[in-house]
């Protein structure tokens, strides 16, 4: 990548900020599941909201160094000041929903009992749609940036990434929301289930093809900087955009039809 600018001061920027507060929520929820040893559905009640806070931590700390990469004018545009402002609206009123239904060991997500859950797992829904299409804005202010320290094989991975990311995550997740979890098909009690990750290993999961879906938003700007580096065009990018996709897609699909992606 080369640099066209002086490297910006160090003050914090909003995906900064949401990034440390991600981490500090992060912290927090890794210290409650400690405190806490209830359980829900067999897993800690507190494990739910510390995987989601890992995820805004690594969701935040992508567009913050996306960001920081970009030109002070692109930087301070509406569209992305904006795309900060929606995404941190989305953040607190999703994990401060996840925080109070763990604390009362009630699940936050495809839980219907009451009216009140039911419009929280709506509002959730909208919330969940804004974090991932919000980074399409960022996105193409990184692509348009010319002045930014990325070169063009990165800014394209940036857009590529943030529109695979988004498109496929819509369809992964609105598959998921649609039904009644993440499973397609029963797995017997105490059945295997991947190390880490926790993905069923006896029937099919639809959170291997999500997961796949989410980091399309990581990958594919890696894969720029590595044909930057390599002094490759950037037009190689749509390709290693559309076998992501098509990665994905068989994941998914396999999962659709009962397999797991490991079967153990």
Known sequence: MTMTYSMPRAEPL???????SALALLGVTAVWAVADPRLLADVPVWAKPAKFALSFVVHFATLALIVRAMSPVARDTRGVRSAALVMSAAFVIEMAYMIFQAAQAQPSHFNLGTPFHAAMYSVMGVGAVLLIVMPVVVARAALRDTASMMGPATRAGVWWGALASAVLTLIVAGTMS??????????????????????SATVGDLRPAHFL?????????????????????????????????LATFAVFVQALLGLPLIRL
Request: glycine content about 14%.
């Open 178 to 199: 649609s039904g009644s979890g993440h499973l397609v098909g029963v797995p017997s009690s105490g059945a295997a289930s991947l190390p880490v990750f926790g993905w």
């Open 14 to 20: 909003p995906f900064d900020v949401l990034t440390g």
């Open 213 to 245: 879906a989410l980091h399309a938003l990581q990958a594919l700007p890696l894969a720029g900087i590595w044909l930057d580096r390599r002094g490759q065009s950037a037009r190689l990018i749509p390709g290693v955009a559309a076998l992501w996709a």
